[in-house]
T-cell receptor, first 114, second 114 residues
Framework: DVKVTQSSRYLVKRTGEKVFLECVQD?????MFWYRQDPGLGLRLIYFSYDVKMKEKGDIPEGYSVSREKKERFSLILESASTNQTSMYLCASTRFQASNQPQHFGDGTRLSIL | QKEVEQNSGPLSVPEGAIASLNCTYSDRGSQSFFWYRQYSGKSPELIMF????GDKEDGRFTAQLNKASQYVSLLIRDSQPSDSATYLC??????????????FGKGTKLSVKP
């Protein structure tokens, strides 16, 4: 089974802090994704990566950055946290351009910015 | 703008009934279709995928795809209270450079009453 592990289930930070969310997958997947999920807005793609050191902006990249130094690890960075970044953050991974492969999700990180 | 539409619900069915969840998509080039189940406070988990027109059955679940009508559905037979969750429809377009991205609907909330 695919295992996608997010470093924290719950996280509380203060406005202005730099926040790191970590995600590790154990299936040698090429593609990794970061989403946020808010009530009524569904899943929104923040950033994705299809290879080490590669990154692409998703639909809502503002206020975020990412890092992919190793294939198995994809980090989401909130450069200066703000209260409107309070959300559930979900990491996912999948095989590269394999049309019949789903995305596999981690357990999510519920982030609160005070 | 590629879109995936779902009725937000809530869809309420009695225990033992058939629950029917529907999804339409805008991109005619879409090739792969996925249904995820998400319990409150949890991350999405894959329950079914379908690529070809017609029906695909897995236990109490049946996915139905009609590419001409750009419509995919999920039927849950003998619904149980444990099926109460939000069901997300996701669509992947297969074209050069897609890198495995999915487009998610906002989900339909299903409530199964004992």
């Amino acid at each position: 089974d695919v295992k996608v592990t997010q470093s924290s289930r719950y996280l509380v930070k203060r406005t202005g802090e730099k926040v790191f969310l970590e995600c590790v997958q154990d299936m040698d997947h090429e593609n990794m994704f970061w989403y946020r999920q808010d009530p009524g807005l569904g899943l929104r793609l923040i950033y994705f990566s299809y290879d080490v050191k590669m990154k692409e902006k998703g639909d809502i990249p503002e206020g975020y950055s990412v890092s992919r130094e190793k294939k198995e690890r994809f980090s989401l960075i909130l450069e200066s946290a703000s209260t409107n970044q309070t959300s559930m953050y979900l990491c996912a991974s999948t095989r590269f351009q394999a049309s019949n492969q789903p995305q596999h999700f981690g357990d999510g990180t519920r982030l609160s910015i005070l | 703008q590629k879109e995936v539409e779902q009725n937000s619900g809530p869809l309420s069915v009695p225990e033992g009934a058939i629950a029917s969840l529907n999804c339409t998509y805008s991109d005619r080039g879409s090739q792969s279709f996925f249904w995820y189940r998400q319990y409150s406070g949890k991350s999405p988990e894959l329950i079914m995928f379908i690529y070809s027109n017609g029906d695909k059955e897995d236990g109490r679940f049946t996915a139905q795809l009609n590419k001409a009508s750009q419509y995919v559905s999920l039927l849950i037979r003998d619904s149980q209270p444990s099926d109460s969750a939000t069901y997300l429809c996701a669509v992947k377009a297969d074209y050069g450079g897609s890198q495995g991205n999915l487009i998610f609907g906002k989900g339909t909330k299903l409530s199964v009453k004992p």
